[in-house]
């Protein structure tokens, strides 16, 4: 309690209490006096609160569900916040940024040409000038810069210079991502590139929970710890689960970052209103068309097939289909083969192996959400120990597999849009020593998702072609 004294009377905390109010008179109803209630450390609203009697203030009073996991926010209870001191706009030394002193903090890492043109840019935008609103006031929300880079860009290289020029001037960093595996993966490689400085990793039930670090990984979920705390917030993924259509999260991600700050979003496949921002010039943005080995993205072919449901119930697989399928088991490649859901898994599974195995042991398994040995499958199919692994969109991200193949089964699925068919054709081709991955779309109708997805990923080999980033002869 002293020390909420001192930090109280240092100016270092806020004391409020869990939940915003507001009133107001609504005309519709002939100016009847109406409150909501929202709460102030997740910013969800009514729709997430319940009322129940308290025995603290001896009444009926709302609490937060929403953000339940991390300690109950009631209308009574006390809500503490620190910030940390805003002293304006990290001060980069020597901050007349010519070319030169920026290309000192990009050297070390060994990107690119496409990567060293996006970290430039990301340079430029957290060293220049921070915004003003129309008033000529200087803007209460961090700044933010999109990087639209390709599945397999190599993206954890390209944010290193953006850490590095942060730390080195004495700010904060934050790494968000959706997944604990890849908080997991991501520490060693930091805490090796930044030996320096202290490294903490936050995630459901992590041990550095109360630890501060001057680089911070963590997940989604445990941004709602912080308030005004980061120089710079990188986020990974913006939009993939949970971010995607979670206003929670959205308010937490805006929430951590100093208002002077910088906000980093990383993204593939950006959300709609995420890309028509950055089409439209209101969100400052990079675009990095070129995987880090130089080679062009693998463009899915079309396959016309039947339905899955009826391949399955005939047991039989089309010609075309069939035909490819072997083509890939024959090369050596490891075949990624997505179904639109989990209840077709195991039937898909058992089609294959009458169809594919013949009197070869190729190994052929299946797995999904459900699967409660999901992270043993996936380590086997890596160690190419099964070879074909029927799966949904749940492996979309994340597993990288050096010579793959990739088969999107009932690719017209409303199931399937746009984003999940980049993500999951973004599976194939992704190392240097197999960079023409296949990508096959097997369907009875060809949908708009389908088409865009295509669009999408040969325009990105456009650009990259126009800029000269393909090795000769691409
Ligand atoms: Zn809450
Ligand atoms: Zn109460």
């Known amino acids: 309690m002293s020390y909420l004294q001192l930090a109280h009377l240092n100016r270092d905390i806020k004391l409020e209490n869990g939940l915003n109010i507001k009133e ?19 910013g969800s609203g009514e729709e997430s609160l319940y009322w129940s009697a308290c025995h603290f203030c001896g009444q009926e009073c709302p609490y937060c569900e929403a953000c339940l996991t991390m300690g109950r926010v009631r209308f009574c209870s006390l809500l503490l916040s620190g910030g ?27 990107l690119s040409e496409a990567q060293t043109r996006a970290s430039l840019e990301g340079l430029q935008f957290i060293t220049g000038e921070r915004g003003k609103d129309r008033h000529g006031l200087l803007a209460k929300e961090p700044r933010k810069f999109l990087i639209w880079a390709v599945t397999g860009a190599g993206k954890t290289e390209m944010i290193f210079p953006f850490v590095h020029i942060t730390v080195a001037n004495g700010g904060r960093v934050l790494i968000a991502t959706p997944r ?84 980093i979003l990383l993204s593939a496949t950006p959300p709609k209103g995420v890309r028509q921002a950055a089409e439209r010039g209101h969100l400052p943005h990079v675009r990095v068309p070129v995987r880090f080995h ?24 089309p010609n075309s289909l069939f035909a490819k399928l072997v083509a890939s088991v024959e090369r050596g490649a490891q075949l990624f083969v997505f179904v639109p859901n989990i209840r077709l898994v195991e039937p898909t599974v058992d089609l294959l192996r009458v169809k594919l195995q013949g009197g070869n042991m190729l190994c052929i398994e299946g797995t999904s959400s459900k699967d409660p040995d999901r992270t043993e499958r996936v380590h086997r199919f890596r160690n190419r120990d099964i070879r074909v692994l029927v799966t949904t969109t749940i492996l979309e991200r994340g597993v990288t597999v050096p010579k793959s193949d990739v088969f999107i089964l009932d690719a017209d699925s409303k199931l399937f849009d746009e984003a999940a068919l980049v993500q999951m054709a973004g599976r194939a081709g992704r190392s240097k020593d197999d960079p023409a991955g296949m990508v096959y779309f097997a369907a009875k109708e060809i949908t708009r998702s389908q088409k865009e997805a295509i669009r999408q990923i040969e325009k990105m080999n456009r650009i990259a072609r126009k800029r000269g980033y393909f090795e000769r002869g691409k």
């Open 84 to 110: 940390t001191a805003d002293n304006g706009r990290l001060m980069v030394e020597d901050a007349r940024q010519s070319f030169g002193h920026l290309e000192n903090y990009i050297k070390p890492w060994g």
């Open 180 to 263: 604990k595996d890849v908080v997991l993966e991501l520490q060693p490689r930091i805490s090796r590139a930044f030996s320096d400085y202290s490294v903490v990793t936050l995630y459901g039930g992590s041990e550095q929970r109360w630890e501060q670090g001057q680089i911070t990984i963590a997940t989604t979920h445990q941004l709602m710890r912080f308030n005004e705390a980061f120089d710079l917030v990188i986020i990974d993924e913006i939009d993939a689960f949970p971010y995607h259509n979670n206003p929670m999260l959205a308010y937490a991600a805006a929430k951590v970052c100093k208002r002077s700050g910088v906000n």
């Open 24 to 42: 107001y008179r609504e005309w519709r109803r002939g100016y009847q006096k109406r409150t909501i209630y929202s709460c102030k450390r997740c």
């Open 294 to 317: 130089k080679n062009p993205l693998p463009v899915p072919e079309l396959i016309a097939a039947p339905s899955l449901n009826k391949s399955i119930n005939t047991r039989a697989l």
